[in-house]
Structures are given as C-alpha cells and as structure tokens.
C-alpha cells in the first residue's frame, strides 16, 4: 500500500468514527434524553474509548448535534462552487446556505424536538452555522477569482453571522407571556428565513472579479 492509499484509508476510518460516534450519541439522547447521556455512554455504543471519544467531540452536545447538522457547514463551500459559473454571486452564496440549512434540510421530527426542548443542544446547533466562514471563503475566492483575501473574509464571516442570526430565530426561547420552558419554533420555513437574512448582504456580495 503506498503512502496516499495509506493515508486516505486514514482519513477514511476517521470520518467512519466521527459518524459512528455521533449516531450512537443521537440515538442515545433520542432514546434516554440528552441529559442522561454520559460521554462513557457514548463511546461504548461505538465500540471506542472514551480518550478516542475526546479525540473528535469536546461536549455530548456537539457530537448529538454532529448527527443532526451532518457536516453541512462544510458542504455549503462545495454547493457554491456547484452553482452555475454565470449566476451573480449574492444569488449563488444564497441558494448554496438555503440547500444546506433549509428547503428541506432543517431538522424535523424527533431530532428537531430534540434541539428545540434543550436549550444545550439549541445553542450547539446555531452555532454549527459559523462552520461555514472558512469554506465559504474559500468558495467566494475560486469563484472571484479575487486575491483581496481580507474583503473575502469578511463577506464570507458576515454571511456566517447573517445565517446564524436566521437560525436562531427560526429556533428560540419562547417568550415570557408562554408557558415556561415552551420552546417556539418559527411558523415560516427556515429558507425564507435565510433568504431575507442574506438579502441584506447583497449590495456587499455584489464582489468585483479579478
């Protein structure tokens, strides 16, 4: 076996375990309550240690939340450069965070009940949206073709702070006139949420090609 097979054989087992470690965590909280889930729980239902645990998840939250999110911070990089090489630019970084965050892809269900009762997991989950600045600016300057790294950046870590403030409110605590502890989730979809959200940036996408 030569180095590169090597290494993606690697790479391969380490995406095996991360997945097979967040399942186990979701399924656990689904079945017991995020509450009662210990990080030991979590591990042995993998079948690893729990030190190999720490290796890929800090909290329960985040590996629960890693089933839910399903690495879609890291896709929305690869979904922008998909997008049609003609289409401007505010439009294609709108649809690349709506076909991972909404249209479809939010949470629903049992994991959706799950995020929206613990306020833990809710804010693990609005956090994931940050995951998408690097990409994102990695994607902004392929399609640019721009080398203004700093402009970049700042498109891209304001388009992360627009969809995060999106997904907060498609999701928060309920108000003080509700019952206590009643979780609300928004009655519009959380597409159109982000799409006004990101509207706002459109004068500041609209980024100069080299």
Do not use: C
Not at 46 to 75: C, D, H, K, M, W
Not at 107 to 113: E, F, I, V
Not at 150 to 176: F, T
């Amino acid at each position: 076996m030569n180095t590169n097979e090597s290494g993606g054989l690697r790479e391969r087992k380490k995406v095996a375990t991360r997945e097979s470690l967040s399942a186990a965590a979701l399924r656990l909280a689904l079945e017991h309550g995020p509450e009662n889930v210990r990080v030991d729980d979590i591990a042995e239902a993998a079948g690893v240690s729990p030190r190999t645990y720490n290796n890929y998840f800090s909290s329960r939250e985040q590996a629960i939340v890693a089933a839910i999110a399903a690495e879609r911070a890291l896709r929305v990089g690869a979904a922008l450069r998909a997008r049609p090489a003609d289409e401007p630019l505010a439009e294609a970084v709108i649809e690349a965070v709506v076909e991972q965050y909404g249209a479809g892809s939010e949470p629903t269900g049992d994991a959706l009940m799950l995020i929206t009762s613990t306020p833990g997991l809710r804010a693990e989950f609005v956090d994931t949206v940050a995951g998408i600045e690097q990409p994102l600016a990695a994607a902004i300057a392929a399609r640019t073709g721009s080398d203004d790294e700093l402009g970049i950046a700042v498109l891209a870590a304001a388009v992360s702070a627009a969809a995060r403030v999106a997904v907060a409110r498609w999701v928060r605590p309920a108000q003080d006139t509700q019952p206590m502890g009643l979780v609300v989730v928004s009655s519009r979809p959380l597409a159109d949420l982000l799409r006004e959200a990101l509207a706002h940036l459109t004068p500041a996408l609209t980024f100069p090609t080299r």
